[in-house]
């Protein structure tokens, strides 16, 4: 056998496939004495004598020295013995390793040995996947989009040597990604299946938000500030709620950047994303305060600490600027917080000649947010769903062209 062709290509595998020399010996080796089984009927005394950085590979089968020959599997004769091994001090029932040629072994046995030795190299490659995808796990990186399926908008990308799928529903609404794109993925989790490990790929995670600010502020990589809290529509909106250790140091201002540079390259990643970033407080009036931003909140009152709910008070010019278009600030805000917010108009009427009514936002992951009108005349109740669907009580139609955030 040309043992120099066998390490060079052994080496390639290594370097294409992350996956080591030893191992993929060890299979080889697992590989000859299955033929050896299957053609010795059953002798699978196999030595090896392996030295890679000699290119050395040895094969030898172990037989029994006999005065006559009955099982040639098993058995070998003493004058063919000193004749193959070239030394005389050989004795009867000695056991003798003889030189062997894989090649020697048929076409059945050299079957199952390219069996072994590939189902041990695959087992290698999804381990090596693995291990890849396990030691990024919750991490940001940066994959190459291979290919993209043309009927469901999926993407095959590259991390590293190891392939994953990234799933249209994964993706950020207005990705239009093309072979041969670098991009910013988050590994969500890490499965293991019968076809081998798989990768949860995100692009529309919330926690993708928080890695890139890793990456682009020095002070969160650093400690200095801390992400408190992220609430996020992909591809549309995200809230961020920041604060400092250091009261020197201005958590939002250090977000933003100079010009607004650190967080504009983080919407550029993403899109043109939005991305709202408030400062973090302990007391529940300012943090709420701060996450109906832009808009302007005139107070807030906790009806039940216990439960987390509040009633908010805004200006009447403020109030869809407040909600948000189809409900999505006061959403992110009750998500970003973790309080129920009702939000009210200063006036208490939503127009001159209108009942006094409120709305309520509650916080709810399952997407069933929804805006409440509590029509204090004893009328029927309206309501309005955040994600812009009609309920069955009655229609309320909100103005998008004067939510203007």
Known sequence: MNTKELFAALEMLEKEKGIPMDYMIENIEKGIE?????????NDEVVFKILPDRNVFDVRLKKTVVEEVFDPDYEISLEDA???????AINIDDKVAIPLD??????????AARNTIRQGIRTGEKGQTLSEFKSKLGELVTATVER????????????GKSEAMLPKSEQ????????GDHIKVYIADVKTSEKGPRAIISRSHQDLVKRLFEQEVPEIFDGVVEIKSVSREAGSRT???VV????????????IGTKGARVNSIVDELGGEK??????SDDPQKYISAALSPAKVLSVEITDLENKTCRVTVPDGQLSLAIGNKGQNARLAARLTGWKIDIRPESGFFGEDEEDEKLEVAEDTTAEDTLELDDTAEENTEALDLDGEKTAEADVEADENTNEE
Do not use: F, T, W
């Open 275 to 280: 991305i709202d970033i408030i400062e973090y």
């Open 82 to 88: 000193q004749k193959i091994l070239k030394r005389k």
């Open 102 to 111: 894989p090649k020697d072994l048929g076409r059945i046995a050299i079957g």
């Open 34 to 42: 299955v033929a050896c089984k299957n053609y010795y009927g059953g």
């Open 172 to 179: 950020i609404g207005h990705d239009n990604l093309k072979e």
């Open 148 to 159: 993209i399926d043309p009927k469901s908008g999926a993407a095959v990308i590259r991390i």
């Open 244 to 255: 400092s250790k250091n009261p020197d140091i201005d958590a939002v201002g250090a977000c």
């Open 239 to 241: 809230k961020m709620a």
